[in-house]
């Protein structure tokens, strides 16, 4: 009797939908930039930074997480015009600090789920925000 086949696991699956999503998101933003509201005055501009994070994060191992965040943060850092490896640093660093987290939060509970995507929101905007102020022009 042959031995069972292993099943493949789809570990490509969340890479690939995620770049998707980068891909849309990235399209959308520059249809949202080429809009003139108000005049010109205000700016539409989309972000997911959460959620490349909370993903991975949530529902996959340490192991699958990590090479899923940093493809995503190459292929955003590529397209952005901050200095490259910003954001793989960046969602590095948060996905080893919010890593503790991950047994103390109910996946389930989209309370729980939303307050964590607030902070590492607000976390990732107020350094790629003091990134692009300090930075070189």
Known sequence: MPPPRRRRSRL??????????????QY???????????????????SLEAL?????????????ALP???VVAL???AAEPHGFGTRLALYGLML??????RV?????????VAW???????????TLFAVALLGPA
């Open 12 to 25: 490509w699956l969340p890479v690939v939908m995620s770049l998707v999503l980068v891909a849309l998101l």
């Open 28 to 46: 959308a933003n520059e249809v949202l930039g080429a809009l003139r509201i108000f005049g010109g005055t205000l700016n539409v501009h989309l």
């Open 52 to 64: 490349y994070l909370l993903f991975p994060l949530l529902y996959l191992r340490v192991a699958h």
């Open 68 to 70: 899923q965040v940093a």
């Open 75 to 77: 292929v955003i850092d």
């Open 96 to 101: 080893v600090l919010v890593l503790p987290l």
């Open 104 to 112: 103390r939060i109910r996946r389930e509970n989209p309370v729980h």
């Open 116 to 126: 964590l995507a607030v902070f590492i929101n607000l976390v990732l905007f107020a």
